[in-house]
């Protein structure tokens, strides 16, 4: 009879426990949130196996805050009529800005820690915390499942998700942790850069009239460079993004200079590796990029500090009808870079960073977008001009929207479309110059217009009127701000001198006189320009070549996509979407530079 007793006594203190065990599960689940889900499985992308459970991962975690402080602080800062003009933020007074409330900051670490993290991998950057666990940890954590994803061209495999979630509490506070339903695609500004591949040169090119090709001297020359004279200066440093195993090459270099830019032979520049970046100069791979890059950014901005800042990785995407797979066009980490310039201190801060790389902003989530574009904000509150070329699809290439609707629409590109660069668009031909028919530019769709070039673009809308109607978002940052000459530009690359062009060209000849008008004001004991684009639609404006003759094209269709019958941006009186304010002039943007500050 007493083992009779056991026995109820002993099922009901194990219904009791399974209850709970149930309910705990279930509270778990109901406790969490999802932070970002994808539709499926993204366009030319296939479910592969199940990763080991012991594979680690290294993400970072973005916590989310008020941007409305940084904003205002960036274009105050800009602004040749604020108070504030030229006073650039310090590393120490930004990260103060920026420093997450810190009961916020110990509920994330706090719940790392209940998950086990190991707390050597836990690491905090400002409103960024870095951590590394194994794929089953990550997976409890997060509630979700990884696994390898192949693009259908070559089977690069990816360790990704398709949807991942944090505690209900934490939520509100985290904005994105990747890597997980980030699908990767970037690709270099080059319009020759396809199954074409950059040209190689005739002896006839390296002696030809500038107009049919492009040297140094021709961009001197239609530029009114001729008179800039730079003395190295730590405070004005020239940084050059490399991505994508492009690697600049000394030798090649050395010979572009003192074969076609002789009288700046001594030219030199240093290379930074960034997430495991590397430079091998004997690589056999082509680096027709990264000859482009400092050969043209570097002579025109000669006798200033020069900086290849080569980053390793690639990065993230949302696939769309162009772009469908990691191998047809590669991404770039832009946040690895971002956080290691970020960090550096301010006496070793680039005064410029220019880069050719970009993407369709629809291949681009939302979190990760704004992210980024707030990081290029923060390199602006610190006194550093963004550069970016504007791209090479004109208006768009398949002009379809990839979120399900299919819908016809110009295709804005990112980062160019961010608010926080300059965009670079693309010219050709001389007296006078014309827009480039594959300059990239358009209005964003995620970006609203920005005040300082409100008054610009409405301009250009008025005249515009109601053609283009529904394909494009007329409230959106209008891209690029200016140009430069982007078709037919002579390097050298393994040992050959190539033809090649694109807005990748654009935006490193921007660049260099950008470094040049730094010199002319810090020798006048100015500041450095800093975020250019307030000055550029204000006191700067007189110091450009409106261009009014060309528009870009765009909307083939291409393998999925829709054709628009004559699609294009006109070039016009003006800021228009195709040049943006127009070409430089350097003489007259320098006397504006060293003008009194107040307009």
């Not at 006073?87 to 790392?112: C, S, T, Y």
């Not at 994508?244 to 032979?265: C, I, K, T, W, Y």
């Not at 016809?408 to 031909?429: D, E, I, N």
């Not at 269709?557 to 943006?580: C, E, L, M, R, Y």
Request: glycine letters at 10%; a negative charge.
């Amino acid at each position: 009879m007493k083992h009779a007793r056991v026995f109820p006594v002993f099922f009901l203190i194990l219904s009791i426990y399974l209850i709970h065990q149930a309910l705990a599960a279930d509270s778990s689940r109901r406790s969490h949130r999802a932070v970002e889900t994808l539709r499926g499985v993204p366009y030319g992308w296939t479910e592969g196996k199940k990763p080991s459970p012991s594979v680690l991962i290294n993400f970072r975690l973005a916590i989310n805050q008020p941007t409305e402080e940084l904003e205002q602080a960036v274009i105050d800062i800009s602004t040749p009529t604020h108070p504030r003009y030229g006073h650039h933020m310090k590393r120490e007074e930004l990260r103060e800005m920026l420093r997450p409330d810190p009961v916020i900051m110990n509920d994330i670490l706090a719940w790392l820690r209940s998950e086990n993290v190991p707390p050597d991998t836990i690491g905090t950057e400002g409103n960024w915390i870095k951590f590394q666990v194994p794929v089953s940890q990550a997976e409890r954590m997060l509630k979700t499942q990884f696994s390898y994803y192949h693009d259908n061209a070559n089977q690069q495999a990816l360790l990704r998700t398709l949807s991942y979630s944090v505690p209900e509490n934490l939520h509100p506070h985290i904005s994105l942790i990747q890597p997980t339903t980030r699908f990767g695609n970037l690709r270099q500004q080059s319009a020759l850069d396809g199954p074409e591949g950059p040209i190689i040169a005739t002896p006839e090119d390296l002696t030809a009239e500038c107009g049919f090709v492009v040297r140094p001297e021709c961009l001197r020359d239609l530029y009114d460079l001729k008179n800039s004279s730079a003395q190295p200066n730590s405070k004005n440093i020239l940084g050059i993004s490399g991505f994508l195993e492009q690697f600049a090459r000394h030798v090649d270099f050395h010979a572009f200079m003192n074969g076609l830019s002789p009288n700046e032979s001594d030219a030199k520049f240093t290379v930074v590796r960034i997430n495991g970046g590397l430079n091998d100069e004997d690589s056999s791979s082509g680096s027709s990029e990264a000859s482009l890059d400092v050969q043209y950014s570097i002579s025109l901005g000669y006798n200033t500090l020069a900086t290849y800042y080569t980053t390793g990785g690639r990065g993230p995407l949302v696939p769309d009808m162009e772009q469908p797979n990691a191998s047809a066009s590669s991404n770039e980490p832009y946040l690895e870079q971002l956080h290691y310039i970020l960090n550096l201190p301010d006496e070793e801060l680039p005064a410029i960073l220019t880069t050719s790389y970009g993407e369709a902003e629809q291949t681009v989530p939302l979190s990760y977008a704004t992210t980024v574009c707030n990081l290029y904000a923060q390199l602006g509150a610190r006194g550093v001009s963004v550069i970016f070329s504007s791209g090479d699809s004109g208006v768009g290439d398949s002009c379809q929207r990839n979120d399900g609707s299919y819908q016809t629409r110009f295709l804005p590109g990112f980062p160019a479309s961010c608010p926080f660069v300059t965009s670079v668009g693309g010219t050709w031909s001389h007296n006078p110059e014309k827009a480039v028919d594959f300059s990239g530019g358009g209005f964003s769709e995620i970006f609203t217009r920005p005040a300082y070039q409100d008054v610009a673009v409405k301009n250009y809308l008025n005249q515009l009127g109601n053609k283009w109607s529904g394909l494009y978002n007329p409230e959106g940052r209008g891209f690029p701000d200016v140009s430069a000459q982007a078709r037919g530009f002579l390097i050298r690359d393994h040992g050959m001198y190539m033809r090649i062009s694109g807005t990748s060209a654009s935006a490193p000849v921007f660049a260099g006189i950008v470094s040049q008008l730094n010199a002319v004001r810090l020798a006048e004991g100015k500041p450095r320009m800093g975020f250019l684009n307030p000055w550029l639609y204000t006191k700067g404006e007189p110091g450009f070549t409106d261009i009014t003759i060309g528009g870009s094209r765009g909307c083939y269709g291409g393998a999925h996509g829709i054709s628009v019958p004559f699609a294009s941006w006109n070039a016009t009186t003006g800021w228009d979407p195709v040049t943006g304010l127009g070409t430089p002039l350097f003489s007259k943007m320098a006397d504006l530079a060293l003008s009194e500050e107040v307009i």
